[in-house]
Nanobody, 123 residues
Framework: QVQLVESGGGSVQAGGSLKLSCIGS????????MGWFRQAPGKERELVTV???????YYADSVKGRFTISEDSAKNTLFLQMNSLKSEDTAMYYC?????????????????WGQGTQVTVSS
């Protein structure tokens, strides 16, 4: 059974930083990628960033240059370093993993999800 557990969310002032972690357990094979998505109240869940099994990374335009995705495969842990946070980054952040042949940036290709961790940025 695959489980993804996020941590590291919290409240921060605009311009601040947070680092999210996602610890995975269970086998995801084949694994096409892992990533971070977010959902603000009343909005659709949207891509933040993903890292494919090949190592290729993709970022939403709104976070490029501010957020960095990384992973520690040995520890089955995914990270999201968030710098220069803005009020519009406020959302529930979800870790996701996909076991299809290709994940890319399409959230529907990610079939494992964590429960989410709340990030609140005050201006």
């Amino acid at each position: 059974q695959v489980q993804l557990v996020e941590s590291g969310g919290g409240s921060v002032q605009a311009g601040g930083s947070l680092k999210l972690s996602c610890i995975g357990s269970g086998d995801i094979f084949p694994r096409c990628g892992m990533g971070w998505f977010r959902q603000a109240p009343g909005k659709e869940r949207e891509l933040v960033t993903v890292i494919e099994a090949s190592g290729a990374t993709y970022y939403a335009d709104s976070v490029k240059g501010r957020f960095t995705i990384s992973e520690d495969s040995a520890k089955n842990t995914l990270f999201l370093q968030m710098n220069s946070l803005k009020s519009e980054d406020t959302a529930m952040y979800y870790c996701a993993a996909g076991s299809s042949s290709a994940c890319g940036t399409n959230r529907y290709r990610y079939n494992y999800w964590g429960q989410g961790t709340q990030v609140t940025v005050s201006s």
